[in-house]
């Protein structure tokens, strides 16, 4: 799938609750909006595409100085196109990161994700991210 580019609402339905999620795209212009509607989250979900080597230390600097604004604020990291060979493994994700110095008080997951070709199946481990952050938010509200 290709980045995101500008804005999309996203809504989740769970059993009891419907959340909303606002997605900013990652690139230069949409940047300087992200610590606006970050300061009204109750959540940090940062996508990553485990393929590309190349962009991981910009990934680490933006995630880093997002966070730094809310040392508490529950973190979820995808890294996402786990099925491509190219891609990094989770641990690796981790490290490139430098997952373990985002703070003690912070919970933090991290997801291996992937988008299967068509979009139709929803792999196990996007119900339990999904699960997860339903869980986070109702935690934070």
């Not at 059993?15 to 997605?23: G, P, S, T």
């Not at 996508?47 to 600097?61: G, Q, W």
């Not at 110095?101 to 139709?120: A, H, I, W, Y």
């Not at 986070?136 to 509200?141: H, M, N, P």
Request: proline content about 4%.
């Amino acid at each position: 799938m290709a980045p995101t580019k500008g804005f999309n609402a996203v809504c989740i339905n769970t059993e009891d609750k419907q959340m909303e999620f606002l997605e900013i795209g990652g690139s230069e212009p949409f940047r300087s909006y992200w610590e606006t509607y970050l300061s009204k989250g109750l959540l940090l979900i940062f996508v990553v595409d485990s393929a590309d080597h190349n962009r991981l230390p910009e990934a680490k600097k933006h995630l880093h100085q997002l966070i730094g604004t809310n040392p508490i604020l529950p973190l979820v990291v995808f890294a996402n196109k786990q099925d491509l060979e190219a891609a990094y493994h989770i641990t690796d994700i981790h490290d490139a990161l430098a997952l373990s110095e985002v703070g003690n008080d912070r919970k933090m997951f991290l997801f291996g994700t992937q988008v299967t070709e068509n979009g139709s199946e929803i792999p196990s481990i996007m119900q339990d991210a999904k699960d997860l952050i339903a869980h986070l938010a109702a935690d934070v509200q």
